[in-house]
Structures are given as structure tokens and as C-alpha cells.
């Protein structure tokens, strides 16, 4: 498996976006202003992150998602490796993620990966979406916000 950013020639992989995100404006506004990265088995894509520089000094992961057949695989962690290593090779102090409260498999792999829950932005997709849906039964309402300090603040 190979990690690449994504060049103006390759297809959005909207599915893997859409699997981790929406609605598509939304989706789009991140995507035009951060990177992409493609995680590629055999030529096709199979997993997809996009990563940005939020404020100064901090960059979040917007968006990342592997297809259902590869997950398991070590495809995540893998994304989570590249963007960590890109964070701090850019001098960021923070890495940031957030996550739907009823999003209970990526809190736990957030976790598992060293993020730490640092707050909880209410009613999150309930704005955005104009209702709360159910994930697992669960109403998905707020935003799960972590990070990763990276380096202390000097």
C-alpha cells in the first residue's frame, strides 16, 4: 500500500468522502482548501484522508475514510501515521480530529492512536444537517472534538 497526495488528475473519491462526511457543499469547502491523500492498493484507491492547516501551528484531519472491504487492514492507522508525520514536519504543535458522538469506532481508533478528547461542539450536525440522524440507534448530534499535541508551545 502506497499514501500519495492527490493531483487535479485523479478522480474524488466521493464515496470515501461521503462515507465519512456531508453534505457535499460542506465537503467541498475543505476539500478546495486542504490537501487530499490517497491510500492506493494495486492501483485502486482504498482509503482517503484530507488534511488541513486550521489556525496557526494546528492542522486537522477534515475527512478520512477506507472502503468497507479493506477495513481491518492497518489502511486507517496508516493515514493517521501520514498525517501526523506531514503535521509535524510542518511545525504544528496540535493535530486535530473530531467525530460524530455516535461515532463510536472512530472514537475508539482515535483514541487507541493517542488523540484525546479536548471538547464537544453541540447541536454540530443537527446545524449542519437542519436534523439529528441515528447512527447505531444513536442520535448523531455533536461533534467530538481531539487532538494530538504535537510539540509544546514555545
Same mark, same amino acid.
Given at each position: +500500500?502506497?499514501?500519495?497526495?492527490?493531483?487535479p488528475?485523479?478522480?474524488?473519491?466521493?464515496?470515501?468522502?461521503?462515507?465519512?462526511?456531508?453534505?457535499?457543499?460542506?465537503?467541498?469547502?475543505?476539500?478546495?482548501?486542504?490537501?487530499?491523500?490517497l491510500? @492506493?492498493?494495486?492501483?485502486?484507491?482504498?482509503?482517503?484522508?484530507v488534511?488541513? @492547516?486550521?489556525?496557526?501551528?494546528i492542522w486537522?484531519i +477534515?475527512?478520512?475514510?477506507?472502503?468497507?472491504?479493506?477495513k481491518?487492514? %492497518?489502511?486507517?492507522?496508516? +493515514?493517521?501515521?501520514?498525517?501526523?508525520?506531514?503535521?509535524?514536519?510542518?511545525?504544528?504543535?496540535?493535530?486535530?480530529?473530531?467525530? %460524530?458522538?455516535?461515532?463510536?469506532?472512530?472514537?475508539?481508533?482515535?483514541?487507541?492512536?493517542g488523540?484525546?478528547?479536548? %471538547?464537544?461542539?453541540?447541536?454540530?450536525?443537527?446545524?449542519?444537517?437542519?436534523?439529528?440522524?441515528?447512527?447505531? %440507534?444513536?442520535?448523531?448530534?455533536?461533534?467530538?472534538? +481531539? @487532538?494530538m499535541?504535537?510539540?509544546?508551545a514555545?
Amino acid at each position: +500500500m502506497k499514501i500519495r497526495r492527490a493531483t487535479p488528475a485523479d478522480a474524488v473519491p466521493w464515496t470515501l468522502l461521503f462515507d465519512a462526511d456531508g453534505p457535499r457543499a460542506e465537503v467541498e469547502k475543505y476539500l478546495a482548501r486542504g490537501e487530499q491523500w490517497l491510500a @492506493e492498493q494495486a492501483g485502486e484507491v482504498v482509503g482517503q484522508m484530507v488534511l488541513m @492547516e486550521t489556525r496557526a501551528d494546528i492542522w486537522e484531519i +477534515m475527512n478520512v475514510a477506507v472502503a468497507d472491504a479493506c477495513k481491518g487492514q %492497518g489502511i486507517g492507522t496508516a +493515514m493517521l501515521k501520514k498525517a501526523k508525520a506531514l503535521a509535524t514536519q510542518r511545525g504544528a504543535q496540535r493535530l486535530e480530529v473530531g467525530t %460524530g458522538n455516535s461515532s463510536l469506532r472512530e472514537l475508539a481508533f482515535y483514541q487507541r492512536f493517542g488523540f484525546r478528547i479536548v %471538547g464537544v461542539d453541540f447541536d454540530f450536525f443537527v446545524r449542519r444537517w437542519g436534523k439529528a440522524t441515528k447512527q447505531g %440507534g444513536i442520535p448523531l448530534r455533536d461533534m467530538i472534538r +481531539m @487532538e494530538m499535541v504535537l510539540k509544546a508551545a514555545s
